[in-house]
């Protein structure tokens, strides 16, 4: 007799967990992760923006490139062990070929006035 042997889930499954507890649903909507990086007293994860999220104003337009990215959004997302998670956000910015006006997508990602995630932010609230 015995145990049924456990199997491990998918490494995407896991991933996707793993993502869910670090980077709430609204920033993960917009955004993919791209890297993460451990530092002496940080964690940071590096997301940047989905492809299939042209600006509004260039949805109609020909020729549209990307122009690299907009300066990152650094926020808060939680602390484990000691060591914050940052996140940071780079939103992609584009252009009509040929023009040099930039567009990029706005997005209401933290409290006002604070830099961290709004879960977070409730959170600490509620404590206090």
């Not at 007293?41 to 923006?49: A, K, L, T």
């Amino acid at each position: 007799m015995g145990r049924k042997k456990l199997e491990r889930q998918p490494i995407e499954q896991l991933y996707s967990k793993a993502m869910s507890m670090l980077v709430p649903a609204h920033i993960q909507e917009h955004f993919e992760m791209w890297d993460a990086k451990e530092h002496k007293d940080r964690w940071v994860i590096e997301m940047r923006e989905k492809e299939c999220f042209i600006p509004e104003e260039l949805r109609e337009k020909e020729e549209i490139v990307l122009d690299g990215y907009c300066n990152p959004i650094e926020m808060l997302s939680h602390s484990f062990v000691c060591k914050p998670i940052w996140l940071r956000l780079y939103r992609r910015r584009y252009k009509v070929s040929g023009e040099d006006r930039h567009y990029s997508n706005e997005y209401d990602l933290t409290l006002q006035g604070v830099r961290m995630v709004p879960e977070l932010g409730i959170f600490l609230k509620e404590e206090s």
